[in-house]
């Protein structure tokens, strides 16, 4: 079992960027693909990105693709995301998620463990 949790939400200017991390419980890290997903107010939650156990494939939802970039660390257990360019329309919650033993999906239903979300709010 893994526990996730994430930081670096906040709030920033439209064109500004953050970077997202997720912390990872446990020692078999880097058996789990990972994911990032968002949950904007009234909307259901969206793929953003996901990341190979072993780091070898990224996937990016289209309405980010060329601005956000994921990544991870295995020997210290951590995922990032790093946001740049980023637009009123990418305001939403962030949700780091992990699946075990198999290579990354874009289905938040494949995903086994799911952190508590960090806020992100892209206005001026």
């Known amino acids: 079992q893994v526990q996730l949790v994430e930081s670096g939400g906040g709030l920033v200017q439209p064109g500004g960027s953050l970077r997202l991390s997720c912390a990872a419980s446990g020692s078999t890290f880097s058996t789990y693909s990972m994911g990032w997903f968002r949950q904007a107010p009234g909307k259901e939650r969206e793929f953003v990105s996901t990341i190979n156990y072993q780091g070898g494939g990224t996937y990016y939802a289209d309405s980010v693709k060329g601005r956000f970039t994921i990544s991870r660390d295995n020997a210290k257990r951590l995922v990032y995301l790093q946001m740049n360019s980023l637009k009123p329309e990418d305001t939403a919650v962030y949700f780091c998620?992990?699946?075990?033993?198999?290579?990354?999906?874009?289905?938040?239903?494949?995903?086994?463990?799911w952190g508590q979300g960090t806020q992100v709010t892209v206005s001026s």
């Open positions: 998620a992990a699946r075990q033993y198999g290579l990354a999906r874009k289905e938040a239903h494949e995903y086994h463990y």
